[in-house]
T-cell receptor, first 110, second 113 residues
Framework: LAKTTQPISMDSYEGQEVNITCSHN???????ITWYQQFPSQGPRFIIQ???TKVTNEVASLFIPADRKSSTLSLPRVSLSDTAVYYC???????????FGKGTRLHILP | DGGITQSPKYLFRKEGQNVTLSCEQN?????MYWYRQDPGQGLRLIYY???????QKGDIAEGYSVSREKKESFPLTVTSAQKNPTAFYLC????????????FGSGTRLTVV
């Protein structure tokens, strides 16, 4: 399973766009990149998944450069309720489990 | 609505006692997982099961046991052999290998008193 590196914590303000970058230098050809969000005392929630270029859904966008050695989760116009821990994961369709790192603790300020 | 149910939400255990955490899903998912989370930390995998009557150890299986007798249920027993069981326990399910969109339960917070 490819190892990922992401910032331990980030602060931002309401209404701003937040970008969280994840490094995965050893990503393999068949690996997908997946992001989860976790609020305090709750289970993580799947946000978005991608393989290359850009993926967008109603919650976030995921940008993946051509070399796929990093990815950026973009949250548009954040609110206080976006304060959470965000996990970047890399896995292949051969993996029968996924491993969570420590994630990025995002704190949105008023 | 389909989902995962963990019970109880809070659990207190005396030292030396075994305790079983319940996890039930009605998503018709083949795979189920147990993770442990300590304060300020990420999730660590305890056990997982891809199919009924089969399960594998995760990274921190010592002191824990599981069973998978039914597709819908994956109970976790925290035994007295687990030296530091106080933690937040999360159960998840997925449709199986290659599905990374896990559905998580709301967790059980276990405290040893």
């Amino acid at each position: 399973l490819a190892k990922t590196t992401q910032p331990i914590s980030m602060d931002s303000y309401e209404g701003q766009e937040v970008n969280i970058t994840c490094s995965h230098n050893n990503i393999a050809t068949n690996d997908y990149i997946t992001w989860y969000q976790q609020f305090p005392s709750q289970g993580p929630r799947f946000i978005i998944q991608g393989y290359k270029t850009k993926v967008t859904n109603e919650v976030a966008s995921l940008f993946i450069p051509a070399d796929r050695k990093s990815s950026t989760l973009s949250l548009p116009r954040v609110s206080l309720s976006d304060t959470a821990v965000y996990y970047c994961l890399v896995a292949t369709n051969r993996d029968d489990k996924i491993i969570f790192g420590k994630g990025t603790r995002l704190h949105i300020l008023p | 609505d389909g989902g995962i149910t963990q019970s109880p939400k809070y659990l207190f255990r005396k030292e030396g006692q075994n305790v079983t955490l319940s996890c039930e899903q009605n998503l018709n998912h083949d795979a189920m997982y147990w993770y442990r989370q300590d304060p300020g930390q990420g999730l660590r995998l305890i056990y997982y099961s891809q199919i009924v009557n089969d399960f594998q150890k995760g990274d921190i299986a010592e002191g824990y046991s599981v069973s998978r007798e039914k597709k819908e249920s994956f109970p976790l027993t925290v035994t007295s052999a687990q030296k530091n069981p106080t933690a937040f326990y999360l159960c998840a399910s997925s449709s199986g290998q290659g599905d990374y969109g896990y559905t998580f339960g709301s967790g059980t917070r276990l405290t040893v008193v």
